[in-house]
């Protein structure tokens, strides 16, 4: 099945500075990878996705670029806020459909003042 | 987009015992439903796939006879856990997929304490 790794675990920026979050995957055939920020105790909401037709999104502050070739995707966030503060969850989509969605660990991001 | 509502939000119940949650879809009927398990400071982690007016398909490792999950409409995915333990005290939230396209729409979650 499908494996999704996520790195860091734990990011802390400053205010205005940009942020990273990595995600590699192993199937091949998965063709959607969501985003998600996810507030303690609360649901997770997506924040942006890309489709393995598509090599890079842009919304806003918000980034994503897909390397299929290299099976990983990242998540760009610029001019951080302290309301970007939360947890970033990467999520893939194998191939073949179903349409499950199997989750990467979690980044706890801090965004300091 | 489409909302997803679940119930109860939080439940607290003795050892034991078992607790039924619901997902709804309220405004778009979902042929499949998803569950997901959430332990503290971890990812989400998928219980179980569940399709409406058929068997749900649970993931390995998941005990299909504890965690019992009823998909028996369009808009209705229930998940029982049955027998529950302090060990089975986590945020479960359910999901439901846009028909017409890729995003998952999350439930609120619930959160079960078990005493």
């Known amino acids: 099945g499908e494996n999704v790794e996520q790195h860091p675990s734990t990011l802390s920026v400053q205010e205005g500075d940009s942020a990273v979050i990595k995600c590699t995957y192993s199937d091949s055939a998965s063709n959607y990878f969501p985003w998600y920020k996810q507030e303690l105790g609360k649901r997770p909401q997506l924040i942006i996705d890309?489709?393995?037709?598509?090599g890079e999104k842009k919304d806003q502050r918000i980034a994503v670029t897909l390397n299929k070739t290299a099976k990983h995707f990242s998540l760009h966030i610029t001019e951080t806020q302290p309301e970007d503060s939360a947890v970033y969850f990467c999520a893939a989509v194998p191939g073949g459909g179903g349409n499950k969605l199997t989750f990467g660990t979690g980044t706890q991001l801090k965004v300091e003042l | 987009g489409a909302v997803v509502s679940q119930h109860p939000s939080w439940v607290i119940c003795k050892s034991g015992t078992s607790v039924k949650i619901e997902c709804r879809s309220l405004d778009f009927q979902a042929t499949t439903m998803f569950w997901y398990r959430q332990f503290p400071k971890q990812s989400l982690m998928l219980m179980a796939t569940?399709?409406?007016?058929?068997?749900?398909?649970?993931e390995q490792g998941v005990e299909k006879d504890k965690f019992l999950i009823n998909h028996a409409s369009l808009t209705l995915s229930t998940l029982t856990v049955t027998s529950a333990h302090p060990e089975d005290s986590s945020f479960y939230i359910c999901?439901?997929?846009?028909?017409?396209?890729?995003?998952?729409?999350f439930g609120p979650g619930t959160r079960l304490t078990v005493l």
């Open positions: 569940s399709n409406e007016g058929s068997k749900a398909t649970y």
């Open positions: 999901s439901a997929r846009d028909p017409s396209g890729y995003e998952q729409f």
């Open positions: 890309i489709r393995s037709n598509v």
